[in-house]
């Protein structure tokens, strides 16, 4: 089993939708997570960072951790046409290595 | 211009072939890592370093060197490519007062025939 799962999508929305990535986690030490977005041909940016369990907002953006689920999400609302990337969830215990999910793919047609 | 280069861009080499991937950043951060990423397998960890006299093996480092020349350059080398090393390659740097962060480079596609 991967230390972290992740939905590979593809994820196909109509622009303005509501959109709902999630990552799950088997490791109880992981206290740091984190979204990525990248675009083709690109390298992953980060988009979230989040520390221990609760939600984040930043603009159209929501980051929400449940650690007693082991269990992260990522909200997109009102999506856009550049709002199309894949999405990968990534996370640690705290001065370590990142351990990133497999990304979801996702597309928002105008 | 880019806060973490990487050179080249794009590379096709033969089997067998020595290559070597670079990375340089001006981030001023003092970690730094070499990613490769495969479809349907994610970001794998090849090898990563938290100062210049520290180098550690990541998860799948077989078949791969590395060198620290100064806290702004990291380089990762192939000895002797083979076909499964055609993957996307990034370098990545993060701060050691906020380790979690890392922030990517373009990317080096590499392809093996």
């Known amino acids: 089993q991967k230390e972290v799962e992740q939905d590979p999508g593809p994820l196909s929305v109509p622009e303005g939708a509501i959109v709902s990535l999630n990552c799950t986690y088997s490791?109880?030490?992981?206290?740091?997570f984190m979204w990525y977005r990248q675009y083709s041909r690109k390298g992953p940016e980060l988009l979230m960072y989040?520390?221990?369990?609760g939600n984040k907002e930043d603009g159209r953006f929501t980051a929400q951790v449940d650690k007693s689920s082991k269990y992260i999400s990522l909200f997109i609302r009102d999506s856009q046409p550049s709002d199309s990337a894949t999405y990968l969830c990534?996370?640690?215990?705290?001065?370590?290595?990142?351990?990133f999910g497999t990304g979801t793919r996702l597309l928002v047609s105008p | 211009d880019a806060d973490v280069t990487q050179t080249p861009r794009n590379r096709i080499t033969k089997t067998g072939k020595r290559i070597m991937l670079e990375c340089s950043q001006t981030?001023?951060?003092?970690?730094m890592y070499w990613y490769r990423q495969d479809p349907g397998l994610g970001l794998r960890l090849i090898y990563y370093?938290?100062?210049?006299?520290?180098?550690n093996k990541g998860e799948i480092s077989d078949g791969y060197s590395v060198s620290r020349q100064a806290q702004a350059k990291f380089s990762l080398s192939l000895e002797s490519a083979i076909p499964n090393q055609t993957a996307l390659y990034f370098c990545?740097?993060?701060?050691?007062?906020?380790?979690?962060?890392?922030?990517f480079g373009q990317g080096t596609r590499l392809t093996v025939v």
């Open positions: 990545a740097t993060s701060d050691s007062g906020y380790t979690d962060q890392a922030f």
């Open positions: 490791n109880s030490a992981f206290q740091y």
């Open positions: 989040t520390y221990s369990s």
């Open positions: 990534a996370m640690s215990a705290g001065f370590q290595k990142l351990v």
């Open positions: 981030k001023g951060h003092d970690r």
């Open positions: 370093s938290f100062d210049v006299k520290d180098i």
